[in-house]
């Protein structure tokens, strides 16, 4: 009797287990059958596992989730030197999210650029990101990258999120200073007496008015390094 009992108790004990939510689902593991958790598509871990068993979110940035501010409009980075004061357009701006479309608190950004760009002292290119995945990068540097592969490399935890093919300041000289050999540069783009390479800032082919307007405050203010 008491063995009978006891194995109908196991039965009953066993026929309960681990329920770990889907990868993106919102809800916590619960203890129930292996039915109940078919029912809410879990993933039944098995008769009598616990929830301390279920696999830990793969803490994975899914560059496809990410958004990188501007570049990512502008189909490459925009650099300049950031005294006085930073011009808006370099200041980057990256939310990294993981696969499951959840901010990654915590994930290590780092942007990479190439001996193309000349960096000055007040370039921020690493920081942590906050509870909303947000990183503030500040893209302080001159010099010029156009379309060459890895010209401007963002990764978060190690695994790469962008690649831009393009890398431009206004200094693009890379002399540390937005002055007038920068103008001429600038101006024969736009006329067309030159081809539209380092001032065509939003890469669309053309060095115009959306150019012009990232160019005229760091001319005006003479953006340098400070
Ligand atoms: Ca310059
Ligand atoms: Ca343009």
């Not at 066993?14 to 879990?42: F, K, L, S």
């Not at 990258?145 to 490399?153: D, N, P, R, T, Y």
Request: with cysteine; charged share 15%; proline share 7%.
């Amino acid at each position: 009797m008491m063995s009978c009992f006891g194995a109908m108790a196991d039965v009953a004990l066993g026929q309960t287990g681990a329920c770990c939510p889907a990868p993106c689902g919102q809800d916590g593991c619960v203890i129930v059958t292996e039915q109940e958790c078919n029912d809410m598509d879990g993933t039944y871990l098995g008769d009598g596992s616990t929830c301390d068993e279920c696999p830990q979110p793969a803490n994975i940035p899914d560059p496809g989730r990410c958004i990188v501010n501007p570049a990512d409009a502008m189909s490459g980075l925009f650099a300049c030197p950031d005294g006085p004061t930073p011009i808006v357009a370099s200041v980057i701006e990256v939310f990294v999210r993981d696969n499951c479309d959840f901010p990654m608190q915590n994930a290590a950004v780092f942007i990479e650029l190439t001996d193309a760009n000349n960096l000055c002292g007040g370039a921020v290119l690493s920081g942590t990101a906050d509870q909303n995945g947000r990183v503030e990068l500040v893209l302080s540097a001159g010099g010029c990258s156009h379309e060459q592969s890895l010209s401007g490399v963002i990764k978060a935890n190690g695994l790469t999120i962008r690649n831009y093919a393009n890398a431009k300041s206004p200094d693009s000289d890379g002399n540390g200073v937005v002055e007038l050999t920068d103008l001429i540069a600038f101006s024969n783009e736009f006329l067309d007496v030159d081809p539209s390479v380092c001032h065509d800032y939003d890469n669309d082919g053309n060095t115009g008015l959306s150019d012009l307007v990232l160019f005229s405050p760091a001319f005006l203010g003479r953006s340098h390094c400070p």
